[in-house]
């Protein structure tokens, strides 16, 4: 030992206080442990002021536990920094001796410390750990074992003292295979933060959710690695959050349910006005009408068409609400779509004595691919209500490429060539010599239910949903709509613009007449007399339909649901099948898969479906059903004409 005092020549030499007073004059501290009773057994003077004690008898009866891990090094040297109280940390390197004490039968160790290095106090660190101390969140440092070392006193609050059954980094997590996944996450990364929320338990016999921080670390102090973690709890943020999310469901389920049930009542309001508009237009097609009679038929057929458009637009938009609306994908020549809505509007524009044209600059686009029966819809209503607020003038639809938007779409076409065709975006507008908007109503014209005036409501009439449902089907299409205001204060233009892809080589391209609510052509009563089926099972529509055969000169006979319109099939031999969809017992989906299943193609015996639910969307799945078309009800007196003639001139529908 450095400090001169040199031990007799006896090995079992015991050291008294006494023999140990020389050592007091060192200047560097030295002191003597006694390693059985885990205390210290003197010191010299030195060592006094290393731990500022005011006397021998203070220092002495004060507690020394981590001292006592020093015998654990079996007497070797070490390097350890101690924190006397009220003073500086102070590094103090070490040169340890074993001694005996009194009568020799007690082991102790001299310490003699050298290279005593006094350090500033860090008092930013100070400020930083008296934060932690008052910090509201369970901040705690963990070795890589996953035992916890040191708390904060938020988390000694949480989750119990560091020896407690909470002790542990895994067994805090109420799922123990989540907790020990993300322990091995944190001892497979260096330095990144590791954040999630977890369910953990706490110390109160509870479990909450805790926004966890986590990363490796190295402490400070003793220079081992570690695991640093921070926990706040969020257990009231994410009892909100599901509380909102299940209002959320709720408030979805209850708009959905209000949709159906919307859907339901606008069905059954459909089922009568069929029979009313059906029977309206064969007292129209009587020759026993006076002018007076005509003028009465007429007005209660355009009245119930009227009511009928109000309740086709009440069921899209419940459709469209509760997410039933499903869009084809089909090639259609555009022009072709154009021309058929003009076609409907073109008689009530003539009727208030007002020019309804195409632009004449509108470029051909020839064949796209889209929803054509959707595209239909939506110039329909601008058309419609372009013609219905117009007073006199013209309606005038242009069709446009826009430059910038196909150059755009070209170069998005290129990105996917091996998967697409080609892009082309084009522009539809509206523009009549109507009323002119003001600028503030433009916001609410595409909203639910709006009408900018309550006036114009009272005077022109309607659900104004059509506007609503446009956008929604527009945007549905990946395009957008806008209406422009600025026309010398006299009418408006309403526009949208929609991508369409170009078919490839093996698209095919469908005729506009092949939907039913396109203008059939005029045709000449076919000569040859059709034996008709008809599965109806509501007796207003049973006799409608037979009226109209008979008005059109074919033989029919009446079933009233599927199953017996099987047994039909399979007893006589019929030249086409009116079927209804919805039917007891058997519907007409049903009973035309197993009329196909016993044999009959399409071109053997033609199933035509009727429903008051049609629509455009469904209109392949009808084909896929087995129909060859499905016509919506009412059952309009043209629309049979037109597909028994094409039938019988043919032999297929």
């Known amino acids: 030992m450095s400090s001169g005092c040199a031990a007799p020549s006896d090995r079992r030499y015991a050291y008294s206080t006494e023999s140990l007073s020389a050592l007091d004059l060192l200047e560097h501290p030295v002191w003597v442990f006694d390693i059985e009773r885990r205390c210290m057994w003197w010191a010299n003077m030195s060592a006094l002021r290393l731990w500022d004690a005011n006397s021998r008898e203070e220092l002495l009866s004060r507690p020394f536990d981590d001292m006592s891990e020093a015998s654990l090094l079996r007497l070797t040297d070490y390097h350890r920094r101690f924190y006397p109280k009220g003073m500086a940390t102070v590094t103090v390197n070490c040169s340890c001796s074993g001694i005996l004490l009194d009568d020799g039968s007690r082991l102790a160790m001299l310490v003699e410390g050298t290279q005593v290095v006094r350090e500033e106090i860090d008092r930013a660190a100070l400020r930083s750990v008296e934060m932690l101390r008052h910090l509201r969140v369970a901040v705690g440092q963990f070795d890589l074992t996953g035992r916890v070392l ?26 123990a295979r989540a907790g020990k996944a993300l322990l091995d996450e944190l001892l497979a990364t260096e330095t990144a933060v590791v954040s999630f929320e977890a369910r953990q338990k706490t110390i109160h016999d509870q479990t909450k959710w805790f926004a966890v921080d986590a990363r490796r670390s190295v402490d400070p102090v003793t220079g081992d690695a570690v695991i640093l973690s921070s926990a706040r709890d969020v257990t009231e943020r994410k009892e909100a959050d599901a509380n909102l999310e299940r209002a959320k469901d709720d408030a979805e389920a209850a708009n959905r349910a209000k949709s159906e049930f919307f859907a339901v009542v606008t069905h059954e309001i459909r089922t009568p006005l069929n029979g009313v508009i059906g029977f309206a237009e064969l007292l129209a097609e009587s020759n026993d009408l006076n002018v007076e009679q005509r003028d009465y038929i007429e007005s209660l057929r355009d009245s119930a068409l009227s009511l009928m458009s109000i309740t086709n637009d009440l069921l899209d938009f419940s459709k469209l609400e509760a997410g039933r609306m499903v869009l084809e994908n089909v090639g259609f020549e555009l022009e072709g779509v154009v021309a058929s809505a003009l076609a409907v509007v073109r008689p009530k524009a003539l009727e208030k004595g007002l020019e309804l044209v ?73 523009e009549d010599t109507g009323i002119a908007l003001a600028n503030e109503d433009t916001e609410l014209l595409f909203n639910s239910f709006p009408q900018t005036d309550a006036s114009v409501a009272r005077r022109f009439g309607g659900t104004a949903l059509g506007l609503a449902i446009s956008k929604i089907l527009v945007e549905a299409l990946g395009g957008q709509i806008g209406v422009d205001t600025a026309l010398d204060h006299r009418g408006s233009r309403f526009w949208f613009e929609i991508p369409f892809l170009r078919p490839s080589s093996s698209t095919t ?145």
């Open 358 to 430: 195409a632009s004449p600059d509108s470029p051909r686009v020839g064949q796209v691919v889209s929803d054509p029966n959707r595209l239909r819809q939506i110039l329909l209503t601008l058309l419609s209500n372009s013609v219905k607020f117009t007073e006199a003038g013209r309606v005038v639809l242009a069709v446009s490429t826009p430059k910038d938007s196909n150059q755009a779409d070209e170069r998005n076409s290129k990105k996917t060539a091996t998967t697409t065709t080609t892009t082309t975006r084009v522009r539809f507008s509206v």
């Open 150 to 175: 040191e708390q904060n006193p938020q988390a000694l609050d949480t989750f119990g003292p560091c020896d407690g059954p909470l002790s542990d980094f895994v067994s805090r997590f109420e799922d």
């Open 509 to 653: 391209i469908l005729r506009v007449d092949d939907h039913p609510n396109a203008i059939p052509p005029k045709r000449h009563r076919a000569g040859r007399v059709l034996r008709v089926l008809v599965a109806e099972d509501n007796k207003v529509n049973q006799k409608l339909a037979t009226l109209i055969l008979d008005k059109l000169g074919h033989e029919h006979t009446v079933v009233e649901n599927g199953k017996l319109a099987v047994d039909a099939v399979k007893r006589t031999s019929f030249d086409v099948v009116l079927m209804d969809m919805q039917m007891p017992e058997m519907d007409g989906d049903q009973a035309t898969r197993l009329i196909r299943d016993l044999g009959f193609t399409k071109h053997q015996l033609p199933v035509i479906g009727l429903t008051a639910d049609y629509s455009a969307s469904d209109h392949q799945t009808y084909l896929d059903a087995g129909f060859n078309t499905c016509l919506p009800k009412p059952c309009r007196l043209e629309n049979l004409r037109d597909v028994f003639t094409r039938f019988a001139n043919s032999r297929a529908v």
